[in-house]
């Protein structure tokens, strides 16, 4: 049988069809979607950046990994930016002493300990070897203190302004280690220990530290050594 349409059915059939096709969308890979894309990142690039100086602004410390340029005296020192002992400016400068501080194997079973360092002209400080013979001998107490191997310890009379210290050198050495040790000013407190040396021309350190470094004596300059050896100190 044949099939009769009425004139103009096709043409009805062909414009449901046309407007029923869904309008072409936008692809993750259109021009306005990628420059969204890239605004975001440069935004988000922008905070974190915003973000990082804000830190360091706050913080007043430079990156750990520069170095900074000290002259004292006539030595001129490239010191890591993290040792300096209070926050360091990252410019050159000449400085009357630089304090520095490190953090090393010294205490009891090798615990960490603080080893506060200050670099002074030599002209400044007479090393505690020497203040052994020409000060400390004569300020001594009868007494003998018994401590870490190979140290004796002399408790220095009170009269001498030397009230509650007492002295500790290896008495073997001709170049002796020596240390001025404060008694604790309260219970659970550790004593407070200095000692003076020179290093290289012209230069001097006075290292301060807990009194129970002290029984690592035999290897406190071998510690230091390297640490002063690459600021430029030796």
């Given at each position: 049988?044949?099939?009769?349409l009425?004139?103009?059915?096709?043409?009805n059939?062909?414009?449901?069809?046309?407007?029923r096709?869904?309008?072409?969308r936008?692809t993750?890979?259109?021009?306005a979607?990628?420059?969204?894309?890239?605004?975001i990142s440069?935004?988000l690039?922008a905070?974190?950046?915003?973000?990082?100086?804000?830190?360091?602004?706050?913080?007043?410390?430079?990156?750990?990994?520069?170095?900074?340029?000290?002259?004292?005296?006539?030595?001129?020192?490239?010191?890591?930016?993290?040792?300096?002992?209070?926050?360091?400016?990252?410019?050159?400068?000449?400085?009357?002493?630089?304090?520095?501080?490190?953090?090393?194997?010294?205490g009891?079973?090798?615990?960490?300990?603080t080893v506060?360092?200050?670099?002074?002209?030599?002209?400044?400080?007479?090393p505690?070897?020497?203040?052994?013979?020409g000060?400390?001998?004569h300020?001594?107490e009868?007494?003998?203190?018994?401590?870490p191997?190979?140290?004796i310890?002399?408790?220095?009379?009170?009269?001498?302004?030397?009230?509650?210290?007492?002295?500790?050198?290896?008495?073997?050495?001709?170049?002796?280690?020596?240390?001025k040790?404060s008694?604790?000013?309260?219970?659970?407190?550790?004593?407070?220990?200095?000692?003076?040396v020179?290093?290289?021309?012209?230069?001097a350190?006075?290292?301060?530290?807990?009194?129970?470094?002290?029984?690592?004596?035999?290897?406190?300059?071998?510690?230091?050594?390297?640490?002063?050896?690459r600021?430029?100190?030796?």
């Amino acid at each position: 049988m044949a099939c009769h349409l009425e004139p103009g059915a096709l043409v009805n059939s062909a414009t449901t069809g046309t407007a029923r096709r869904p309008a072409p969308r936008q692809t993750a890979h259109s021009p306005a979607f990628a420059l969204g894309a890239i605004a975001i990142s440069v935004g988000l690039v922008a905070l974190g950046f915003a973000y990082l100086i804000d830190a360091a602004g706050r913080s007043g410390q430079p990156p750990s990994d520069v170095v900074l340029t000290r002259s004292l005296g006539a030595a001129k020192l490239q010191i890591p930016a993290a040792w300096f002992r209070e926050d360091a400016q990252a410019s050159d400068a000449f400085s009357k002493q630089v304090d520095l501080r490190f953090s090393l194997p010294l205490g009891p079973k090798k615990a960490i300990r603080t080893v506060d360092v200050t670099l002074l002209p030599r002209s400044r400080v007479r090393p505690s070897a020497v203040l052994l013979d020409g000060v400390y001998l004569h300020q001594f107490e009868q007494e003998e203190l018994s401590g870490p191997p190979g140290l004796i310890g002399k408790p220095m009379v009170a009269a001498g302004g030397f009230a509650n210290e007492t002295v500790w050198y290896d008495a073997l050495s001709p170049s002796p280690f020596v240390a001025k040790c404060s008694a604790p000013l309260a219970e659970g407190v550790s004593g407070k220990c200095l000692r003076t040396v020179y290093l290289g021309p012209g230069l001097a350190a006075v290292y301060g530290f807990d009194e129970d470094v002290l029984g690592a004596w035999q290897s406190f300059d071998a510690q230091l050594k390297p640490l002063m050896e690459r600021i430029g100190a030796l």
